[in-house]
């Protein structure tokens, strides 16, 4: 499984940036997928996740009603919508699948790094005030 994230930058607080995870070496339909995020000296985070049909999702609180995370079975990718950025969420940003996380799962929560099995590189997106 290979996981290539990209899309990230550097912002001012309050602009929106779209992250894009392309997925190969999968099924990806059979795949739960997250972001997740490492805050510089922090411990990685969940951000979002979404089921394998893309009908359930999950947020962490701090994103809930700004970023938006969706999936694309045709291109095998998954993508974090992120409006009205503020400065804390600065971090370097992952993307996760994982065949054993249910939509049942993701809604119940929480969610935790170590329930994902493949990861890709981050990507670092700088939100400045």
């Known amino acids: 499984v290979q996981l290539q994230a990209f899309g990230g930058g550097s912002v001012q607080a309050g602009d929106s940036l779209r992250l894009s995870c392309v997925a190969s070496?999968?099924?990806?339909?059979?795949?739960?997928m997250g972001w997740f995020r490492q805050p510089p000296g922090k411990e990685r985070e969940f951000v979002a996740g979404?089921?394998?049909?893309?009908?359930?999702?999950a947020y962490s609180d701090s994103v809930k009603g700004r970023f938006t995370i969706s999936r694309d079975g045709a291109k095998n990718a998954v993508y974090l919508e992120m409006n009205s950025l503020k400065p804390e969420d600065t971090a370097v940003y992952f993307c996760?699948?994982?065949?054993?996380?249910?939509?049942?799962?993701?809604?119940?929560?929480?969610?935790?790094?170590?329930?994902?099995?493949?990861w890709g590189q981050g990507t670092q997106v700088t939100v400045s005030s």
């Open positions: 996760a699948a994982d065949r054993g996380v249910s939509a049942a799962r993701l809604r119940v929560g929480p969610i935790h790094p170590e329930m994902f099995d493949d």
């Open positions: 979404i089921s394998r049909t893309g009908s359930s999702t």
């Open positions: 070496g999968l099924t990806f339909s059979d795949y739960a």
